[in-house]
């Protein structure tokens, strides 16, 4: 689960984490109230799970009350990167003497934790990565052993932090570590973390996504998912216990396995087509799951062809087709719907689908097959 900034804010500061004093707001009078009791000048922020904010006119500094009814007016509602933004953060503005950039995820490969510390923070990670990787001093950490303050030390020298920034970023490192770790962060990333000109380190923005693997212990995790879903699709998918992701396009899917609804996507879009969505059905594919999976893309008023891939292992595909008949029997479904049925006892699924075949119920034997129909009639 991805945290808004604030939520990020609010998360970093339980670990000690220095941040700026705000509130959010929801409406330009909250904006304003909220800027009355920080003090200007204050920043307006757009409340979005992107990056880029500041680019996209999402982030701006309001030195008195007309000032933050303007921006917070703009930003209200402001489409960035197709979120729009619903809510604002509005914080102490600080002064800036430098720029830094901090983060700890996984390093996958080699099992280990990953952090990242660099100077020339600001701008995005990818970019200094990309024009100066030697600006990124990249620390490999033992999950055994954690994080200790020398290390801390001796890995804010090596990023070549001014030297006044140094023993209070090591400290702040230490704590963020303790954050990603024990607050069970895939995620933690500060991008700035700042200097100001009165040498103070603090974190002026937040990015922070949660292991949801680890939910179970943390029960106060709720209060971040009341505010989750901007996407009223993923949050009836949620409900259904569904593992379902909301895209822009015409062809709602549904497969059995997460590679290989990804796979799905892939040849959606390699013959020409769009996908609505990413739905993953796993292991269950019995009615149930197969009407719930079916009303969700259903509600999604931009599908206009569904295209059901399914690859037999443990699921047999004779129960994925009675699955089917008995969704259908319970919901409506608006478009039609496009059948790749393989694996286990795929014959016997096929023959029980085979006397309710018809214009809106379609099989094909492969799965480039299927998805070609299925994209033609969501362009029909
Ligand atoms: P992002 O663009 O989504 O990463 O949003 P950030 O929170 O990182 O803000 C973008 C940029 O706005 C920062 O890199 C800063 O340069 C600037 N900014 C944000 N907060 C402040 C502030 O309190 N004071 C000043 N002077 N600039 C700020
Ligand atoms: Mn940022």
């Known amino acids: 689960m991805d945290l808004f900034e604030y939520q990020g804010k609010q998360y970093f500061a339980r670990y000690g984490i220095a941040v700026s004093p705000g509130d959010i707001a929801d409406t330009v009078d909250q904006a304003v109230a909220v800027a009355e009791r920080v003090g200007y000048p204050v920043v307006v922020k757009a409340q979005v799970k992107v990056g ?10 309001a030195a008195n009350v007309e000032e933050v009814r303007l921006h917070a ?16 953060w509005i914080e102490r503005s600080s002064d800036i003497a430098k720029e830094y950039y901090a983060s700890f995820t996984l390093d996958r490969l080699n099992k280990v934790h990953l952090g990242m510390l660099s100077a020339q923070g600001g701008v995005e990670i990818e970019v200094v990565a990309e024009e100066n990787p030697e600006a990124i001093a990249f620390l490999s950490i033992d999950p055994v052993h954690g994080l200790d303050l020398a290390t801390a030390r001796r ?9 006044v920034a140094r023993e209070q970023a090591a400290t702040l490192l230490v704590h963020l570590y303790e954050c990603y770790t024990h607050g069970d962060c895939d ?10 000109p009165d040498n103070k380190v603090h974190a002026l923005d937040a990015k922070v996504t949660l292991d949801e693997n680890a939910s179970f212990r943390h029960p ?8 989750e879903f901007d996407d009223p699709r993923e949050k009836m998918a949620k409900e259904k216990g569904l593992n379902y992701i909301g895209l822009d396009g015409t062809v709602g899917i549904i497969a059995n396995g997460a590679g290989l609804a990804m796979s799905t996507l892939d040849v959606v879009n390699q013959v020409g087509g769009t996908a609505a969505n990413f739905l993953d059905i796993g292991g269950g594919a019995n009615a149930d799951v197969m009407a719930a999976a079916l009303e969700v893309i259903n509600a999604d008023p931009k599908v206009k062809a569904i295209f059901v891939n399914i690859f037999g292992g443990i699921t047999r595909v004779d129960d994925v087709a009675h699955g089917v008949l008995e969704a259908l029997g319970r919901v409506s479904i608006a478009s039609p719907i496009v059948l790749r049925l393989d694996g286990t006892n795929a014959v016997e699924g096929r023959a029980i689908l085979a006397p ?18 299925a994209v033609s009639l969501a362009k029909a």
């Not at 930003?75 to 979120?83: A, P, R, V």
């Not at 995620?187 to 100001?196: G, K, Q, R, V």
């Open 220 to 227: 106060e995790w709720e209060e971040f998912r009341a505010t």
């Open 187 to 196: 995620l933690a990333e500060i991008n700035p973390l700042i200097l100001t």
């Open 356 to 373: 309710h075949l018809s214009a809106s119920l379609i099989t094909e034997p492969t799965m480039m097959d299927a998805a070609r129909r």
């Open 73 to 88: 007016g703009n930003i209200l509602g402001l489409d960035i990167k197709g979120h729009v933004v619903r809510r604002l």
């Open 52 to 61: 880029g904010r500041g680019k996209a006119g999402g982030v701006k500094l």
């Open 155 to 163: 890995w804010v020298n090596e990023a070549e932090l001014d030297e």
